[in-house]
């Protein structure tokens, strides 16, 4: 299985970012899927996650700023990111559960003040 992470970049504080991450290979089917973020000198957290039937929850720091959703077709998760803050900052990487976790290769998102 391979993910591909696409959509950060570099946008000032308030503004909007949409992550996208598609899953391709031997797929027999996705439970949870996820972002996690690591900001520089920070731990590695969970951000969002969504399971198979479109259930989510939240990092409380990101709660009603970003939104996780999927397509169970198109094998891709989704991130909005609203309202971004300096503390945004950070590798986004996603994660999904399909036998085993795998990992995405990550997507910098850079906010500035």
């Known amino acids: 299985v391979q993910l591909q992470a696409s959509g950060g970049g570099l946008v000032q504080a308030g503004g909007s970012l949409r992550l996208s991450c598609a899953a391709s290979g031997s797929i027999l089917g996705i439970n949870s899927m996820s972002w996690y973020r690591q900001a520089p000198g920070k731990q590695h957290e969970l951000v969002a996650i969504?399971?198979?039937?479109?259930?989510?929850n939240y990092a409380a720091s990101v709660k009603g700023r970003f939104t996780i959703s999927r397509d169970n077709a198109k094998n891709t998760v989704f991130l909005q990111m609203n309202s971004l803050r300096p503390e945004d900052t950070g590798v986004y990487y996603c994660n999904v559960l399909t036998g085993r976790f795998f990992w995405g290769q990550g997507t910098l998102v850079t906010v500035s003040s």
């Open positions: 969504i399971s198979t039937g479109g259930s989510t």
